[in-house]
């Protein structure tokens, strides 16, 4: 019964992996197809044009260009800065001059100018006619630009492959890109329309906390200047304004100014040109411009006194002459890094070759050395700013973004990118929106891009078991990678789109782990069988013996088809089990680590037991709902199910916060299984109790050890009982209602055990009373059927345990205690026959006990005397009981032997009280025996009360035994004790106590009446002397139920009855009326009762005779009438009831035993004829 439940734990795999489904695998390449779907990879004329900017940038780069010879200088006529166009003010050693170009500045502007020295002094040479300076310029750069061929040939050979250039061709184009340079730009010229949008945050000038600004474009020596907004410091313009430029180095000049008109103005501008506050400045390289640009400018500082902030918004156009259809540089930046990217990748056989560098502006790395170096030169030469270097490199890797480490770099990237928008500076106070509206990258590109990347990150997250296995440390790290970039994106909806409530990251998380987690449960229960298989290899022989078993199970292709559920068999649920073990503790164990970015919202272990749980649950509760129907399988098997399952809760389940606290539904589910095993376990336990007890008997019922006074079959059952009881511990019921419920099946199948037990003690018994050591040993095993049923009940909860379940068990202690005391008063009788032997030879003893009078106990010798013959008088009965107590003792438990000793003590008192003290009438309708006659004297009555107190001793034992109380209050030493107290008292003193007690006198006549008589009853009270008098008169007889063969004469006989009476008349008759049953008779006869007692001490004894000559008259019947009830009227006339006899009770009939063997007194005699004499037989008439 017991032996097949497993409460042990399911296997548990640390790892589990799921086989990739196809669509998973065509993801791990990212957004499918998005480098191949860009339009930069095929368009051959644009990536053509890139390729030469890309030689050009690279033959004569800007990072290696030459800087300003630079020198104090004294201006001999009033010079300004080239820079800033500031006076160089001073005597002397106004400013810096450079030897080489010639170019004036203040020091403090020298390091704004960003021009390549040899270039502009080439350009001014050629504009002035300088031939040999501009010759000596020229060989210099050809030369530099053949050390960079020369130094970096892979530079130029990367750039050749990528752009799928032959070497014959690359050779022409290095050539002519060479003489681009050496040109400069005296053959350049371009187009420029520059529109001043509007500005924001600019810094207040005026005392009224205001500025009025305008602004300032200057392009070369050409200046135009925007209207003024007065009172704004967020001004809009829109005013476009148009250039012609022939120099690639110039410079744009942007300057923002707060127009001022008074007199400190037009001073100012006498010295510096300049008559108005200086609000901050943005200077723009022409060399950088290409296409159509909208961009927001920071507002730089022309000095360290400036104070400026704020930001302008510039849209521009260039039309370089010879490029006018060309795409801008953003666009041409965008083709070389998305072809670098793509001939990279497909280098690395279509992974990602991530460089490793370190720092703070490590994101800003996107390729190794040869290739970054490509993409930062042509950067600097053409102006892409860094933010969108890496808008771009984000854009590109999305489409590698599941490759390993992918995820990580995008996640650094997009952090940069918002920090970039989102972080405003302390000198813009240009909202982020409105910065990345005016992204060259493009805002509604960006945002569409990071939409898909967000959907597909979703969609992989989704599958994160199959995308990220957790076998692979790499693919966790991305895992963590790709949650973070969730991060971002939501980051970046928040601060930089400045959406008001975009999906957060956390929830979008734990929602697509919440989809993988229902996908692999789904998974795992239609593949439940092939998984565990798998992920728990069984050796050969236990797969043979599932598919045989599986193969016996007939139908079981219908329900239970490919290894799934089954109403025939329950090992399907284990499996699943074990497998949604093995996938919590993966969660636990490995994802939960990986996904902490949300601790307080997001623990992949909970959810994973919780969304395990609720999957696990519908189908389990729906699938035991079916069983409960059928019950196809054993209630074993639904038992080791329901030990798995209550593991799995409390495992994984029990404290994740949805259930952490709550009740449980599983037990419900189980609950009719249980109670279906515990109904099982009545039968397996009656017939285990059985064959422990047959097996018992068979043994003699023999201790089961040295110092156990009970016997083997007792142990067994319990031990029985005990495995059940342990099974239902176990379970761990969480619900105290279903609990309580198993708690009550179970009561009842110990309450069924139990009984049983002691039917089968009750049915033996009788047959081994002869046998004192097997009979103690019985009743020892009830008592340990006691002993432990308190113990099973304290497991159960004690006070604690269910009302109903405590009141069987109480019940079942209660019968017990019956059973046991059933056995002691049986085992008891079974020597009663020795105890009455051993009382009459007591009551011979005592008879032998010489001496009349009182004896005076409280002389030392009469005592003595006395106890003498106590001992004396009691040695038969001591004899009798000092070698069965023995025995007893040593044999029977303690409370056993007290329950035997209390039924010895009621026969040794009730014998002393029968046979000795008061013994029986032989026939109460007759005369007392003969053997009745005889009477205790005061010397034997103290003889017996000192054998009394002997008696009660030996029982006490020294505490051992009964307790002093119990025994001085049992009913039998009272009883006796009061029969011994009534042999010291009168006769009279006796009469008065058997009036007052005995008032139910007449209750058969009531019951069974034979007739009735009319009365008529008077009581007089002497005035001066108080003497009582009673008057009565007998009216008649009717209805008298006798029959007779002869004449039958019926008389009444009135008897008065009460104390004082031996010197007055106590009885009258009236005459006699011939075959008359209805007599009349009219008689009056008075009573004297003297003043010593009151009237309530008297009665009146009527008796009914049918006169009979020659022979005893006999009795029709009997009535009573108490004075006490007619003392307040003084007079009472009623009919009265016959009865057969008078009706007495227990004091009743020890006065008349008493006074029986007071033969040597008449009224006593009387007395006792009077109250046992009742109706004899009838005549039979023929």
Known sequence: ???????????????????????????????????????????????MHVYKKTLQALIYPISSTTPHNFQIWTATSPT??????????????????????????????????????????????????????????????????????????????????????????????????????????????????????????LIAKDKSGTSDPYVTVQVGKTKKRTKTVLQDLNPVWNEK??????????????????????????????????????????????????????????????????????????HISVEIKGEEKVAPYHVQYTCLHENLFHYLCEEAGGSVKLPVVKGDDAWKVYFDDTAQEIVDEFAMRYGIESIYQAMTHFSCLSSKYMCAGVPAVMSTLLANINAYYAHTTSNTAVSA???????????????????QVHNSVRIDLSMYRNNFPASNPEKLQDLKSTVDLLTSITFFRMKVQELSSPPRASQVVKDCVKACMKSTYQFLYENCD??????????????????????????????????GPSIKSLDFWPKLISLIISVIEEDKNSYTLVLNQFPQELHVGQVSAELMWTLFSVDMKYALEEHEQHKLCKSIDYMNLLFKVKWLYNKYVADVPPYKGTI??????????????????????????????????????????????????????????????????????????????????????????????????????????????TACILMNNIQQLRVQLEKVFESMGGNDLDPEAANILKELQSKLSGVLDELASMFANSLELK????????????????????????????????????????????????????????????????????????????????????????????????????????????????????????????????????????????????????????????????????????????????????????????????????????VAANDLKWQTTGMFRPFVEVNLVGPHLSDKRRKHTTKSKSNNWSPKYNETFHFILGNEEDPDAYELHFCVKDYCFAREDRLLGVAVMQLRDIVEQGSCACWCALGKRVQLDETGWTI?????????????KEFVKLKSECRGQEDVVV
Not at 257 to 282: H, I, P, T, Y
Not at 936 to 962: E, N, W
């Open 530 to 563: 092939e998984l565990y298989q798998r992920e728990f290899q069984t050796d050969a022989t236990e797969k043979e013996q599932q598919q045989q078993a599986q193969q016996k199970e007939s139908g079981q292709g219908q329900d239970g088809q490919d290894g």
């Open 241 to 314: 304004f148009y250039f012609e430029c022939h120099n690639a180095s110039d410079r744009i000049k942007v300057r923002v100014w707060d127009e001022d008109d008074d007199f400190k103005s037009r001073l100012m501008s006498k010295f510096n040109r300049e008559s108005d506050d200086f609000l901050g400045q943005a200077i723009i390289e022409v060399r950088t411009l290409s296409g159509e640009m909208d961009v927001w400018y920071n507002l730089e500082k022309r000095t360290d006194k400036s104070a400026v902030s704020g930001a302008i918004r510039l």
């Open 433 to 451: 929106s409105d910065r990345f509206a005016a992204s060259n990258f493009g805002k509604e590109k960006f945002v569409k891009l990071l939409d």
């Open 664 to 773: 449980p539904e599983y037990p419900g589910w189980f609950e009719p299984f249980v109670l279906q095993w515990l109904g099982e376990n009545d039968d397996v336990s009656l017939e285990y109790l059985h064959s422990a007890y047959d097996r018992d008997k068979k043994d003699g019922f023999q201790q089961t050890a040295e110092h156990s006074l009970f016997s083997a079959s007792v142990v067994d059952v319990f031990t029985q009982l005990n495995q059940c009881f342990d099974v239902i511990k176990k379970l761990e019921c969480p619900d105290p209602n279903i609990l309580n419920c198993y708690m009550r099946r179970f009561a009842k199948t110990i309450n069924k055990v139990l009984l049983a037990y002691a039917d089968l003690v009750r049915r033996d018994f009788p047959r081994l009373t002869s046998r004192e050591k």
């Open 1152 to 1164: 008349l035993r008493i006074l029986s063997q007071r033969s040597n007194d008449e009224v006593a």
């Open 80 to 201: 300004y800065c080239y820079e800033c166009e500031g006076l160089l003010w001073g005597i002397a050693r106004q400013g810096v001059r450079c030897t080489e170009c010639g170019v004036k500045t203040h020091e403090k502007c020298k390091d704004l100018l960003n021009a390549d020295c040899l270039s502009r002094a080439a350009e001014k040479s050629s504009k002035h006619g300088a031939d040999d300076k501009a010759h000596s310029i020229i060989m210099t750069m050809k030369d530099r630009m053949k050390t960079r061929e020369k130094n970096k040939p892979e530079i130029f050979e990367a750039i050749r492959k990528v752009f799928s250039v032959d070497k014959k061709s690359h050779a022409g184009h290095m050539k002519a890109v060479k003489q681009s340079v050496l040109d400069g730009t005296s053959k350049w010229s371009a187009k420029l329309a520059i529109t001043v949008i509007c500005a924001q945050g």
């Open 835 to 1034: 105890i009455q032997g051993s009382v009459q030879e007591l009551g011979a003893l005592l008879a032998k006990v010489k001496g009349g009078g009182n004896v005076a106990l409280s002389k030392p010798s009469d005592r003595q005397n006395v106890s003498h013959e106590a001992d004396m008088v009691l040695r038969p009965l001591m004899d009798l009981l000092d070698g069965s107590l023995s025995l007893y003792a040593q044999m029977c438990e303690k409370t056993v032997l007290k329950r035997l000793l209390k039924e010895l003590w009621r026969i040794v008192i009730h014998s002393l009280e029968k046979s000795v003290v008061l013994p029986p009438l032989t026939d109460p309708g007759s005369e007392l025996s003969k053997e009745a006659e005889k009477n205790l004297t005061p010397r034997q009555c103290a003889v017996l009360d000192m054998a009394l107190d002997t008696i009660k001793q030996y029982f006490h034992a020294g505490g051992s035994g009964l307790k002093k109380t119990f025994l001085d209050k049992s009913p039998e030493l009272q009883s006796l004790r009061y029969a011994l107290s009534l042999y010291t008292q009168t006769t009279d003193t006796l009469i008065k106590t058997f009036v007052n007690t005995q008032t139910s006198q007449d209750q058969p006549s009531s019951e069974d009446p034979v007739g009735e008589i009319s009365i008529q009853v008077d009581l007089f009270t002497h005035p001066g002397t108080g003497e009582h008098k009673v008057t009565v008169k007998v």
């Open 1 to 47: 019964m017991f032996t097949g439940i497993d409460s042990s734990m399911p296997n548990v795999k640390r790892k589990f992996t799921l086989s990739q489904t196809m669509a998973a695998q065509k993801r791990n390449a990212g957004i499918a197809s998005a480098m191949v779907a860009r339009a930069s990879l095929n368009d051959e004329e644009l990536k």
